[in-house]
Structures are given as structure tokens and as C-alpha cells.
């Protein structure tokens, strides 16, 4: 990002400084956990296509929990 984007002036940004643009705490923590993030999502959408019997077994084992506590 070139220094003419940045926004430098703080008049009007009501969020915190670890809320502002380009103000990670810690650098390039943002995209490690953006990647943890992302990795079991990816992992999830992967194993429904491959194997769908695994999420239609999940969705009856949440629905079974469910109506165990209904109980």
C-alpha cells in the first residue's frame, strides 16, 4: 500500500488504535491466523464433497443431541 492511501488522520475513526488500518499488534499474526481460519473450513468443504455421508452423519448426531436435550 502506498503511502498516499494510508489513512494517517485519526478525526472521525471511533474504533480503537489496534482497530485501525495497517495497526496489527503483532506483524503478519493477521495472516497466520486468517490461515488457521481458513484451513478447517476448507478441510470441512473438502471432506463433504469427497465423503457426503460424513456431514449427513454429522447433521443426524447434532439432531439426536438436540432432541436429547428436549427430553
Known amino acids: 500500500m502506498t503511502d498516499r492511501a494510508r489513512h494517517n ?3 472521525g475513526f471511533l474504533g480503537s488504535s489496534a ?6 499488534a ?3 499474526r493477521g495472516e497466520l491466523l486468517e490461515f488457521l481460519g481458513l484451513t478447517p473450513a476448507a478441510g470441512a468443504f ?5 465423503r457426503p455421508e460424513v456431514s449427513e452423519g454429522l447433521a443426524h448426531a447434532l439432531a439426536a443431541r438436540a ?3 428436549v427430553h
Open 9 to 11: 488522520e485519526r478525526e
Open 19 to 24: 482497530d485501525a488500518p495497517a495497526r496489527d
Open 26 to 28: 503483532v506483524p503478519g
Open 46 to 50: 473438502v471432506l463433504s464433497v469427497v
Open 67 to 69: 432432541a436429547a436435550f
